[in-house]
Each structure stands twice: as structure tokens, then as C-alpha cells.
């Protein structure tokens, strides 16, 4: 196993969502989807400690009421049950009781209290699930630790993804190695505050629910919430971690010596699966990562870098590889942040585009080659306090619309 050292992380480049001690996966394909797997399973052989975050949609789809209620009869699961192609959103008393159904089933097959299990569908909204596909094959899922299982069990949360998204880093804490994981959908109608994605995070970290909540929601708002596709936020979707606490560690708090590096341990695992659901846009072909410092504080320079990314004339430029710089700037001016409008400095990578809102001389067949890249850094430094932040998206091509065009057909 080849490790990668980063900062006091470990990266593990063959660690899966299985790697963390205690838990185990699996995924097949039960006809809900024409070809790639659509059922999957993440088990623990213990009560896990979990939190999670959900969608800010107003109109939530049934399976997210069935896991809230689940997590808060203990503040702990030791399995979820995952479908795709089918949403369960919008279906009424009959969808209700079909995310009920499917808790029933996975939890009969794995001789666990219901409430011990979540439930996550995404696919297309407002069809009502096909339960003579799903509640069978939930009773053959064949769960193990080994990364064929890991492997379909990450095709099996997929949608319009061209792939899977998975990620696993270690890290000493209490002097144990503490190991986390993650795997995510999402390509389409992502918006900050959880859009079309769904995200499961697996630790063997000791610490406690509420613990655990604070964490992922302060992880979740530098990360998850940070990245935008198309401007929709949809109806199902949410990040969720659970852990095992195998590890041996003494239970972690805010007061414990390494509560930062188990943090940074959480926000590098989701800051991972973010980058890749933004590289993953629909159509896209290019990573946009936005870097805005100089702003009133963090967390105007995170909404003014997630204005510019998620700017449709920003990201049309950015796949034309037309250094027009303003758009940036039109963005950052609408943005609704503190801003001088002549202290601006902008950059695309290492070129300098604007000076204190003055435009600079620099080779437009240079900042268009440099924005031939598969990953595009821009830069804004607002000269304006201490603030910084950063955002990710990526461009908006003409395979955005041909995708979302036929979605149903």
C-alpha cells in the first residue's frame, strides 16, 4: 500500500470506504438503472456514533425524514441502505412508506432495531419506487471488507457521475492510527447547502454523537457548502459520518489535544469528495478553484469566491478559454459582499489581470493556454481586512445542457 504524506495526514491511495476498522459494504444492480449498480449497503458491526446534514430544500424526499429519525433515537446507526435511480421525493403517503419499508428490510437482514438503520435514495424525482426490485435484493446483499465490495458499493450511489468518488486518510490521535474514509456522489444540481449529492464518512475515531455533529457541521460549511455546479439545490441529499470507535482513542471534544487534528483529518476527507464532485459537473471539463483573500472576513470571502464560481458567464469564459477577467470582476461586485471597488486585484493562476481595480498588460495567448488546464486557479485579493476563503466549481459546457436535456429519457 502506497502511502502519500500531507500535512500531519496520511493519504492512503488504496484506502475504501471499508479501510476504517468495523465496517464492511456492498452494491449490486437490481433493474431500478439499466446497466451500473443501484443498491448498496454500508454496515458496522457496532453501534456507530453519526451525524449527518441534510438538504435546506424545503421539499425533502421521504428517505431524509426516515434517517433524522433514526439518528435521533440514539445518535448512533450501524447501517445504511442506499438506492439510485429513483429519488422517493414527491411520492406522498406511498414513498413515506416505502423508505419505512426499506429501513424494515434492511434491518430484518441484518437482525438489527430499525432505527439502527438510515436510508438515502437520489435519482429522479417524483416516480414511485420500484420495491419489487429493492426489497429483494436488499436480503442478498453480500456485505465484506474487501475493495471489490467498497468498489460497488460506490457505483451504486451514482447517478450522472462519469465515476466514482472515494477517498481514506490516516492519522495518529491518542497514539492510535486513526483511519477515515468517504464516498460521494454528485454532478448535477449542486448548490451550496447540500445540492444533489450524497456523502458517507467512515472512522474508527471514539467520539461521541454530539461531538461528532459539531465537527462535521464546522467541516462541512469549508467544504460541501463550498461548492456549486448549476445554482439548484435538490430534494434528497446529505452528508453523513459514522464512527465506529475502534480505533482505541480516548473520546474526542473541542477540549482534547488532538481535536484539530482530527478535524483536519474530517475537513481533508470532505474537502477531497467535494473537489471531486465539482471536477465531476455534468458536461464539465475543468476544476475551477476560486481563492479570495483580503475580504471584511472568512465569511464574506467564501460567499464572494462561490459568486465568481458559480457565475454562468464566469464558467462559460473559463471552457472557452477566454481570459476575461470582467466577469470576474462583475461577479465579485454583485457578490453582496464589503467591497472597495478600487482595491481589487485579480489573477488567473500566475497571472496578474488587475491591480487595485486597474487593468494590467499581460499575454491573453498565455492566460488562455494557462486556461487550457484541467485545473483553473483564480485568484481575488479584495484588500479589504483579513478574510479568505475558497469555493469549487467547474465550467459550463454545451454537454450541461444535452445531459440535463434528456435526464429522464
Known amino acids: 500500500m502506497v502511502l502519500i504524506k500531507e500535512s500531519s495526514i496520511t493519504k492512503m491511495e488504496k484506502g475504501t470506504i471499508v479501510t476504517p476498522a468495523g465496517f464492511q459494504a456492498s452494491g449490486m444492480h437490481t433493474g431500478v438503472k439499466r446497466k451500473r449498480n443501484d443498491l448498496g449497503m454500508i454496515y458496522c458491526d457496532v453501534p456507530a456514533s453519526t451525524a449527518a446534514l441534510y438538504t435546506l430544500n424545503i421539499i425533502q424526499a421521504a428517505p431524509l425524514q426516515v434517517t433524522k429519525e433514526s439518528i435521533a433515537t440514539e445518535g448512533k446507526l450501524q447501517a445504511v441502505v442506499v438506492n439510485s435511480g429513483n429519488a422517493n421525493a414527491c411520492t406522498g403517503k406511498r414513498g413515506e412508506a416505502d423508505a419505512y419499508t426499506m429501513r424494515r428490510a434492511a434491518a430484518d437482514r441484518l437482525l438489527l432495531p430499525e432505527h439502527m438503520v438510515a436510508v438515502s435514495s437520489t435519482g429522479i424525482i417524483g416516480l414511485d419506487m420500484p420495491m419489487d426490485k429493492i426489497i429483494p435484493n436488499i436480503q442478498i446483499l453480500h456485505l465484506s471488507t474487501d475493495e471489490k465490495a467498497a468498489a460497488a458499493f460506490n457505483e451504486s450511489i451514482l447517478t450522472t457521475d462519469t465515476g466514482p468518488k472515494s477517498t481514506c486518510h490516516q492519522a495518529v490521535i491518542d497514539g492510535q492510527t486513526v483511519t477515515m474514509a468517504g464516498s460521494a456522489k454528485g454532478s448535477g444540481m449542486i448548490e451550496p447547502k447540500m445540492g444533489t449529492m450524497l456523502a458517507y464518512v467512515t472512522t474508527d475515531a471514539a467520539i461521541e454523537p454530539e461531538m461528532l455533529q459539531v465537527a462535521l457541521k464546522e467541516v462541512t460549511d469549508k467544504t460541501f457548502n463550498c461548492i456549486t455546479i448549476d445554482g439548484d439545490t435538490s430534494t434528497n441529499d446529505m452528508v453523513l459520518t459514522m464512527a465506529s470507535g475502534k480505533a482505541g482513542n480516548e473520546s474526542l471534544t ?101 491591480e487595485n481595480s486597474q487593468p494590467l498588460s499581460f499575454s491573453e495567448a498565455e492566460a488562455s493556454d494557462y486556461l487550457m488546464h484541467e485545473e483553473v486557479v483564480i485568484s481575488v485579493n479584495l484588500n479589504n481586512g483579513n478574510g479568505c476563503g475558497k469555493a469549487w466549481g467547474c465550467d459550463l459546457t454545451y454537454d450541461y445542457v444535452r445531459i440535463n436535456a434528456s435526464y429522464r429519457t
Not at 298 to 308: N, S
Request: glycine letters at 8%; one cysteine or more.
Open 254 to 354: 473541542p477540549a482534547h489535544s488532538d481535536w484539530e487534528t482530527f478535524t483536519e483529518l474530517l475537513q481533508k476527507t470532505c474537502e477531497d469528495l467535494a473537489k471531486m464532485i465539482a471536477r465531476d459537473g455534468e458536461g464539465a471539463t475543468k476544476l475551477i478553484e476560486v481563492e479570495v483573500d483580503g475580504a471584511y472576513d472568512d465569511a464574506e470571502a467564501v460567499k464572494a469566491a462561490k459568486t465568481i464560481v458559480g457565475s454562468s458567464l464566469v464558467k462559460t469564459a473559463i471552457y472557452g478559454a477566454d481570459p476575461n477577467w470582467g466577469r470576474i470582476i462583475a461577479a465579485v461586485g454583485r457578490s453582496g459582499v464589503n467591497v472597495n471597488a478600487e482595491t481589487i486585484d485579480v489573477s488567473i493562476g500566475p497571472i496578474p489581470l488587475l
